[in-house]
Nanobody
Framework: VQLQASGGGLVQPGGSLTLSCAAS????????MGWYRQAPGKQRELVAE???????NYADSVKGRFTISSDNLKSTAYLQMNNLKPEDTAVYYC?????????WGQGTLVTVSS
């Protein structure tokens, strides 16, 4: 499974960005897709994840601001990020779980700054 993430960039506080993660390769049964982030000097943390059945889970820090969705036909997950804050600045990583194996995409940098 290969994951291609896109959509990062520079945005002002209060702004919005949408990240995309496209899965390709030997896709048979991806059970979860999600987004993690890692800020400088901090550990990687879960931002949001979505199960194949549609169940969603969010970090408390992003609830009400971020929305994760997926298009199973395209094996693509999206992260709509609204009302971005400087503390959201991080490298965002796409993750997929298939048959108990975790796959990672390359990171995409999100910078929230005025």
């Amino acid at each position: 499974v290969q994951l291609q993430a896109s959509g990062g960039g520079l945005v002002q506080p209060g702004g919005s960005l949408t990240l995309s993660c496209a899965a390709s390769g030997s896709i048979f049964m991806i059970n979860f897709m999600g987004w993690y982030r890692q800020a400088p000097g901090k550990q990687r943390e879960l931002v949001a994840e979505i199960a194949r059945g549609g169940e969603k889970n969010y970090a408390d820090s992003v609830k009400g601001r971020f929305t994760i969705s997926s298009d199973n036909l395209k094996s693509t997950a999206y992260l709509q990020m609204n009302n971005l804050k400087p503390e959201d600045t991080a490298v965002y990583y796409c993750n997929a779980l298939e048959f108990g194996v975790s796959y990672w995409g390359q990171g995409t940098l999100v910078t929230v700054s005025s």
